[in-house]
């Protein structure tokens, strides 16, 4: 199936928004929701094989945001960042499964891209639907159900918060539906409610998966970024509202092309 969409596969899947992606001989492997996909880049979009549901990949690549006026919008806030987009067409923010993205970053804390992708991977392999070379992200009451097992996937500290997060998704204890309906502040503090959410994780979660794109995660990389270019140093409440401030609605897109310059490794 092909997808006539603006969009540079290699900087958009391989800038650490998603854990489940794949490169190899030029093509990208990974799994929306219960889709093992393969995508490769063409001149007019990219090639799509193992899904034919048009409207779920164009949902999950954003094809509604208007790439040529959110660039415009975030290169008159700072020429650094126009120069970083003009040099990265056709990177994209994903729009994620919230419980995914969610149970994922919970995953995150003090740990590289590499190690995410890995301990996401290993959930999978443990709990997910079986989809032949791949599985499925499992689902709150497919990691219950299994819970005996969660020691093989070898998640360390986060082994608690994980069962934890499943058992309070499960109950609807955290009723993702209702956070979905939220604003962006509304949906950061109640994120935060969830144990192994922080500002980071919560920032994160906002935008990949709840579609908050005025979000702007600082990690170490950003933070370095911001002390360097701009000259901005502080904790993480007044960094975030920096990048915010300074790019407005979609801060999200500048933080990503920020993140990318430096030193992603695809």
Known sequence: MQIHLDVSLDPTLGCGQAHRWRRSDGKWNGVIGDKIVTLAQSKQGFECEGCDDRKLILSYFRSDDDLDH?????????PYVAKLARSCPGMRILKQNEWECLATYVLATNVNVKRIAKMTESVCD??????????????PKEILDGRERIGECKLGFREKRFVELAERTENREIDLDAISEMDYEECIKELMTINGVGPKVADCVALFGFGHVEAFPIDARISKCLENIYNRTGNYRELSAFGRNLFGAYAGYAQEFLYHSNNIVI
Do not use: M
């Not at 959110?70 to 700072?78: C, G, L, M, R």
């Not at 443990?126 to 689902?139: C, H, I, S, V, W």
């Open 70 to 78: 959110i660039i415009s919008e975030i290169s008159k806030a700072d």
């Open 126 to 139: 443990q709990f997910g639907k079986d989809l032949g070379e791949r599985r499925a992200f499992p689902t």
